[in-house]
Protein backbone atom coordinates (compact mmCIF):
# COMPACT_ATOMS: atom_id res chain seq x y z
CA UNK A 1 0.00 0.00 0.00
CA UNK A 2 1.74 3.11 -1.28
CA UNK A 3 1.99 6.04 1.49
CA UNK A 4 -0.30 8.52 1.23
CA UNK A 5 1.95 11.07 -0.24
CA UNK A 6 3.08 8.88 -2.97
CA UNK A 7 -0.63 8.53 -3.71
CA UNK A 8 -1.01 12.55 -3.97
CA UNK A 9 2.59 12.10 -6.31
CA UNK A 10 0.98 9.72 -8.77
CA UNK A 11 -2.06 11.17 -8.90
CA UNK A 12 -0.27 14.93 -10.02
CA UNK A 13 2.20 13.11 -12.12
CA UNK A 14 -1.33 11.64 -13.99
CA UNK A 15 -2.91 15.19 -14.25
CA UNK A 16 0.25 16.95 -15.16
CA UNK A 17 1.31 14.51 -17.91
CA UNK A 18 1.77 16.85 -21.12
CA UNK A 19 -0.78 16.87 -23.96
CA UNK A 20 2.08 16.46 -26.50
CA UNK A 21 1.59 12.41 -25.43
CA UNK A 22 -2.23 12.38 -27.21
CA UNK A 23 -0.60 13.77 -30.43
CA UNK A 24 2.17 10.57 -29.98
CA UNK A 25 -0.96 8.18 -30.33
CA UNK A 26 -0.93 7.33 -26.42
CA UNK A 27 -3.73 7.82 -23.81
CA UNK A 28 -2.17 10.64 -21.87
CA UNK A 29 -1.45 9.99 -17.73
CA UNK A 30 -1.41 5.91 -18.93
CA UNK A 31 1.47 3.87 -18.28
CA UNK A 32 0.67 2.21 -22.36
CA UNK A 33 4.07 0.82 -22.21
CA UNK A 34 3.20 -1.60 -19.10
CA UNK A 35 0.38 -2.53 -20.68
CA UNK A 36 1.65 -3.83 -23.82
CA UNK A 37 4.30 -5.91 -22.05
CA UNK A 38 1.42 -7.17 -19.79
CA UNK A 39 -0.44 -7.90 -22.51
CA UNK A 40 1.85 -9.20 -24.75
CA UNK A 41 3.15 -11.60 -21.82
CA UNK A 42 -0.80 -12.73 -21.35
CA UNK A 43 -1.29 -13.60 -25.16
CA UNK A 44 2.00 -15.56 -25.14
CA UNK A 45 0.90 -17.86 -22.03
CA UNK A 46 -2.69 -18.64 -23.95
CA UNK A 47 -0.84 -19.26 -27.51
CA UNK A 48 1.52 -21.77 -25.80
CA UNK A 49 -1.75 -23.53 -24.07
CA UNK A 50 -3.22 -23.95 -27.90
CA UNK A 51 -5.97 -21.39 -26.89
CA UNK A 52 -7.27 -19.88 -30.68
CA UNK A 53 -7.52 -15.78 -29.89
CA UNK A 54 -4.98 -15.03 -32.70
CA UNK A 55 -7.56 -12.17 -35.00
CA UNK A 56 -9.79 -12.04 -32.44
CA UNK A 57 -9.96 -8.49 -31.09
CA UNK A 58 -9.10 -7.58 -27.65
CA UNK A 59 -11.38 -4.68 -27.56
CA UNK A 60 -11.02 -3.03 -24.16
CA UNK A 61 -8.10 -2.98 -21.10
CA UNK A 62 -9.27 -2.44 -17.86
CA UNK A 63 -7.40 0.02 -15.42
CA UNK A 64 -8.20 -0.08 -11.63
CA UNK A 65 -7.84 3.06 -8.84
CA UNK A 66 -6.81 2.00 -5.50
CA UNK A 67 -8.71 4.92 -3.88
CA UNK A 68 -11.62 7.35 -5.14
CA UNK A 69 -8.58 10.22 -5.42
CA UNK A 70 -7.25 8.05 -8.26
CA UNK A 71 -10.30 7.02 -9.95
CA UNK A 72 -10.96 10.69 -10.47
CA UNK A 73 -8.10 11.86 -11.69
CA UNK A 74 -7.75 8.30 -14.22
CA UNK A 75 -11.33 9.78 -15.53
CA UNK A 76 -9.61 13.26 -16.11
CA UNK A 77 -6.67 11.51 -17.39
CA UNK A 78 -8.57 9.91 -20.18
CA UNK A 79 -11.07 13.11 -21.18
CA UNK A 80 -7.54 15.12 -21.20
CA UNK A 81 -6.70 12.56 -23.92
CA UNK A 82 -9.89 13.39 -26.14
CA UNK A 83 -11.60 10.11 -24.68
CA UNK A 84 -15.93 9.97 -24.68
CA UNK A 85 -17.51 8.45 -21.96
CA UNK A 86 -19.94 5.90 -22.44
CA UNK A 87 -21.19 4.81 -19.59
CA UNK A 88 -20.42 4.96 -15.72
CA UNK A 89 -23.08 2.99 -14.22
CA UNK A 90 -23.12 0.46 -10.81
CA UNK A 91 -21.85 -2.73 -11.42
CA UNK A 92 -20.90 -5.03 -8.61
CA UNK A 93 -21.33 -2.07 -6.48
CA UNK A 94 -19.50 0.39 -7.45
CA UNK A 95 -19.36 2.96 -10.16
CA UNK A 96 -17.50 1.58 -13.18
CA UNK A 97 -16.68 3.96 -16.40
CA UNK A 98 -16.30 2.74 -19.45
CA UNK A 99 -14.71 5.25 -22.58
CA UNK A 100 -14.35 5.48 -26.12
CA UNK A 101 -10.56 6.12 -26.37
CA UNK A 102 -9.66 9.11 -29.05
CA UNK A 103 -6.86 7.06 -30.53
CA UNK A 104 -6.39 3.31 -29.98
CA UNK A 105 -3.44 1.87 -27.80
CA UNK A 106 -1.15 -0.29 -27.93
CA UNK A 107 -0.05 -2.89 -31.42
CA UNK A 108 -3.36 -4.18 -30.87
CA UNK A 109 -5.56 -1.25 -31.62
CA UNK A 110 -7.20 -1.51 -28.13
CA UNK A 111 -10.52 1.00 -28.79
CA UNK A 112 -11.82 1.00 -24.90
CA UNK A 113 -10.64 1.91 -21.79
CA UNK A 114 -12.60 0.69 -18.42
CA UNK A 115 -11.79 2.48 -15.22
CA UNK A 116 -13.64 0.71 -12.06
CA UNK A 117 -13.61 2.51 -9.00
CA UNK A 118 -12.11 1.39 -5.45
CA UNK A 119 -15.12 -1.39 -4.56
CA UNK A 120 -15.49 -1.30 -0.55
CA UNK A 121 -13.93 -4.00 1.24
CA UNK A 122 -12.13 -5.33 -1.77
CA UNK A 123 -8.64 -3.50 -1.91
CA UNK A 124 -6.59 -3.61 -5.22
CA UNK A 125 -3.59 -2.05 -6.17
CA UNK A 126 -3.71 0.92 -8.83
CA UNK A 127 -2.58 -0.50 -12.61
CA UNK A 128 -3.81 -2.52 -15.40
CA UNK A 129 -5.59 -5.55 -14.06
CA UNK A 130 -6.83 -6.89 -17.46
CA UNK A 131 -7.87 -7.02 -20.80
CA UNK A 132 -10.73 -8.49 -22.63
CA UNK A 133 -10.60 -10.41 -26.26
CA UNK A 134 -14.16 -10.63 -28.03
CA UNK A 135 -14.32 -14.24 -29.51
CA UNK A 136 -17.89 -13.95 -30.86
CA UNK A 137 -19.60 -17.28 -31.38
CA UNK A 138 -16.44 -19.05 -30.24
CA UNK A 139 -16.46 -18.12 -26.74
CA UNK A 140 -18.97 -21.43 -25.78
CA UNK A 141 -16.40 -23.97 -27.55
CA UNK A 142 -13.10 -22.01 -25.99
CA UNK A 143 -14.43 -21.67 -22.72
CA UNK A 144 -15.53 -25.57 -22.79
CA UNK A 145 -11.92 -26.68 -23.63
CA UNK A 146 -10.32 -24.32 -20.90
CA UNK A 147 -12.55 -26.33 -17.84
CA UNK A 148 -9.88 -28.83 -17.63
CA UNK A 149 -7.10 -27.21 -19.28
CA UNK A 150 -4.65 -28.27 -16.41
CA UNK A 151 -2.06 -25.53 -17.27
CA UNK A 152 -3.82 -22.63 -17.06
CA UNK A 153 -5.15 -20.61 -14.18
CA UNK A 154 -9.01 -20.19 -15.40
CA UNK A 155 -11.32 -19.05 -13.64
CA UNK A 156 -15.20 -19.52 -14.31
CA UNK A 157 -17.16 -17.03 -11.75
CA UNK A 158 -18.24 -14.39 -14.28
CA UNK A 159 -19.83 -17.34 -16.63
CA UNK A 160 -23.18 -16.86 -15.17
CA UNK A 161 -23.42 -13.52 -15.34
CA UNK A 162 -26.55 -12.68 -17.03
CA UNK A 163 -25.11 -10.31 -19.55
CA UNK A 164 -21.51 -10.46 -21.43
CA UNK A 165 -20.51 -13.55 -19.52
CA UNK A 166 -16.38 -14.06 -19.66
CA UNK A 167 -13.97 -16.79 -18.69
CA UNK A 168 -10.83 -15.32 -17.32
CA UNK A 169 -7.36 -16.70 -17.14
CA UNK A 170 -4.65 -15.23 -15.01
CA UNK A 171 -1.18 -14.66 -16.56
CA UNK A 172 1.91 -13.97 -15.68
CA UNK A 173 2.13 -10.25 -13.14
CA UNK A 174 -1.13 -10.36 -12.04
CA UNK A 175 -2.36 -9.46 -15.09
CA UNK A 176 -5.56 -11.68 -16.43
CA UNK A 177 -6.88 -12.06 -20.25
CA UNK A 178 -10.93 -12.47 -19.99
CA UNK A 179 -12.79 -13.69 -23.10
CA UNK A 180 -16.09 -12.80 -23.82
CA UNK A 181 -18.56 -12.90 -26.72
CA UNK A 182 -19.19 -9.07 -27.50
CA UNK A 183 -16.68 -6.25 -27.48
CA UNK A 184 -17.60 -3.77 -24.45
CA UNK A 185 -19.09 -0.84 -26.44
CA UNK A 186 -21.62 -3.37 -28.20
CA UNK A 187 -22.58 -4.25 -24.68
CA UNK A 188 -22.91 -1.04 -23.04
CA UNK A 189 -25.05 0.37 -26.68
CA UNK A 190 -27.18 -3.01 -25.50
CA UNK A 191 -27.57 -2.06 -22.01
CA UNK A 192 -28.43 1.48 -22.82
CA UNK A 193 -30.98 0.98 -25.61
CA UNK A 194 -32.29 -2.07 -23.33
CA UNK A 195 -32.79 -0.03 -19.73
CA UNK A 196 -30.05 -1.89 -18.36
CA UNK A 197 -27.58 0.63 -17.03
CA UNK A 198 -27.68 1.31 -13.52
CA UNK A 199 -27.31 4.57 -12.32
CA UNK A 200 -24.41 5.51 -9.84
CA UNK A 201 -26.70 7.14 -6.97
CA UNK A 202 -26.29 11.00 -6.36
CA UNK A 203 -24.58 10.83 -3.07
CA UNK A 204 -22.87 7.63 -3.18
CA UNK A 205 -19.51 9.21 -3.03
CA UNK A 206 -20.79 10.68 -0.33
CA UNK A 207 -20.86 7.70 1.66
CA UNK A 208 -17.19 6.59 -0.26
Known amino acids: MLA ?15 SSEAHRG ?7 DELERKLEAA ?3 LRAANVPIDGKRVDHACYRSATKGEYF ?5 AEAGGATLLV ?3 IGGRPIATY ?8 HAIALLELPAPKPGRPYATGWEHAEIALGDDLEAVAASLRDHASLDVDFRAWRKAVNRDVSVGCPGGFAVKLHAAPLD ?3 AMELREGLVEP ?7 AH
Open 88 to 90: ESM
Open 4 to 18: PAKRTSRIRAMESQR
Open 26 to 32: ELVGFPT
Open 100 to 107: ALARPIST
Open 43 to 45: LAT
Open 73 to 77: AAKRA
Open 186 to 188: EVV
Open 200 to 206: VPADYWD
